[in-house]
């Protein structure tokens, strides 16, 4: 019953947030599961594709990734480079994608996305260059106003560094400090304010569950 409850609540404010999204030009999507999720996904991308992702605990969470590997894309995998050349190359084929694919770090309920991010790889593919983009992100993603999540972000700034093994201030105290390291994972900060230039390219699909950090 509580289970039952908390989904209802979930998917009452994605369908405010979906309809607040499609007033701000984009294409977005209620669904419950993360399975729908990649139902969804396999609707919108042909057979025959070209598509990448950025670095995602969500698509992953999901078997996003899974479809993609399934031999009906043309995948630009990230996870499959074997040296930083490799990496390099993948995260450049990004750019001329049909799909480019990822999750954010908050969504808020007028409509922005927030996004942080260390090399670009993510943010940079998500302004300019792929035909579209496929935003999944679970409800634990929606902040009130960008200073929510910027706040958000703050918070699950250390866990993120701790999981991908990297040596900042947060990974030892447990909160971000803002620091100077070389290493740090908070770099870029991507605001998306509106699709109105490109109606649709933005293609956002809320999943009425907590996934990812």
Not at 125 to 137: D, E, F, S, T, Y
Not at 162 to 167: A, D, Q, T
Request: aromatic share 6%.
């Amino acid at each position: 019953m509580r289970t039952e409850l908390y989904t209802w609540k979930y998917m009452e404010l994605g369908e405010k947030v979906v309809s607040v999204l499609k007033e701000k030009r984009h294409d977005a999507y209620l669904v419950e599961k993360k399975e729908d999720a990649v139902q969804k996904v396999k609707d919108l991308i042909p057979s025959g594709s070209k598509v990448a992702v950025g670095g995602s605990i969500t698509l992953n969470e999901c078997g996003i990734l899974e479809l993609l590997r399934n031999g009906d894309y043309e995948f630009y995998d990230r996870y499959s480079a074997k040296s930083h050349e490799e990496s390099i190359r993948i995260n450049r084929q990004a750019f001329e994608t049909d799909f480019f694919l990822c999750s954010a770090n908050a969504i808020t309920l007028d409509g922005k996305i927030v996004q942080l991010d260390g090399t670009g790889t993510r943010v940079a593919p998500m302004i300019w260059g792929p035909k579209n983009v496929i935003i999944v992100a679970g409800m634990n993603k929606i902040a009130s106003s960008v200073d929510t999540a910027q706040e958000r972000i703050r918070f699950i700034s250390p866990m993120n560094a701790k999981r991908l093994n990297i040596k900042t201030p947060c990974t030892r105290i447990g909160e971000c400090i803002n620091c100077e390291s070389s290493e740090r994972i908070c770099v870029h900060q991507v605001t998306v304010e509106t699709g109105v230039r490109t109606p649709g390219r933005f293609k956002i699909i809320l999943v009425a569950q907590d996934l990812g950090l």
